[in-house]
């Protein structure tokens, strides 16, 4: 008895999981539904987490911040490698005046450590993005590349299915990127991660028709 009400239960859990797994996937991509209200109200600010990366990833970033509405995706949330201290002070730098919050985040794995070494810093890397996801539970995630996005990008779409957070994935691809994705944005598009994703290649977009091309954002 006590077996097949073990059984039932793996059978419903299962089921309400890949239930849900689905129709999180069917709506990836999709826009929001708009909220009722009464009137011509405003709409509400958007919590976002934009994640920065070394080099020519922050100088996209900032470039495309640059043209954002502020006042429609705020509070934000700057996200950097835990030894990436540049990315984080330019950012500071734009947002001088507001009330952003930064961060850093542990990285997955270093240039040159050896593969044996990275599995432990990997499960620090998702422990330590996991609470600050928790923490932030941002609506929107900005991001453009950085191998940092990845695992706050999985999290986040780990939290869509479990329902703590709908977070919408808004992932730009480097403009260095001409013939290829890099990897963070080939796991984000094979993966469905990403709800919206950007080119600024033409065939690119030709190559990956669920990609959407912008042009040279630079």
């Not at 999985?154 to 990127?177: D, N, Q, T």
């Not at 013939?179 to 991660?193: D, N, P, T």
């Not at 990403?194 to 030709?206: N, S």
Request: glycine letters at 6%.
């Amino acid at each position: 008895m006590a077996c097949t009400v073990a059984i039932a239960l793996i059978i419903v859990t299962t089921t309400l999981i890949v239930t849900r797994l689905l129709y999180v996937l069917h709506r990836t991509g999709k826009p929001p539904k708009p909220r009722s209200s009464k009137g011509s109200a405003p709409q509400q600010p958007l919590s976002t987490l934009i994640v920065l990366g070394s080099g020519g990833h922050t100088a996209e970033m900032i470039n495309l911040l640059s043209v954002l509405q502020k006042d429609r995706f705020a509070p934000r949330f700057y996200i950097a490698a835990a030894t990436d201290n540049m990315s984080l002070q330019k950012a500071r730098l734009l947002e001088e005046t507001s009330s952003s919050q930064f961060m850093q985040i542990y990285r997955s794995r270093e240039v040159g450590q050896s593969y044996i070494t990275s599995v432990w810093t990997t499960l620090i890397a998702l422990a330590h993005g996991f609470w600050l996801m928790l923490r932030i539970r941002p609506q929107v995630i900005l991001c453009n590349g950085p191998g940092t996005c990845v695992p706050l990008c999985v999290i986040a779409f780990l939290f869509k299915i479990v329902g703590i957070r709908w977070s919408s994935v808004f992932y730009v691809e480097s403009i260095a990127r001409v013939q290829r994705l890099s990897l963070s944005g080939l796991l984000l598009y094979k993966l469905h991660i990403a709800d919206q994703f950007f080119v600024q290649w033409p065939q690119l977009q030709r190559k990956y028709p669920r990609a959407h091309y912008v042009g040279c954002l630079m």
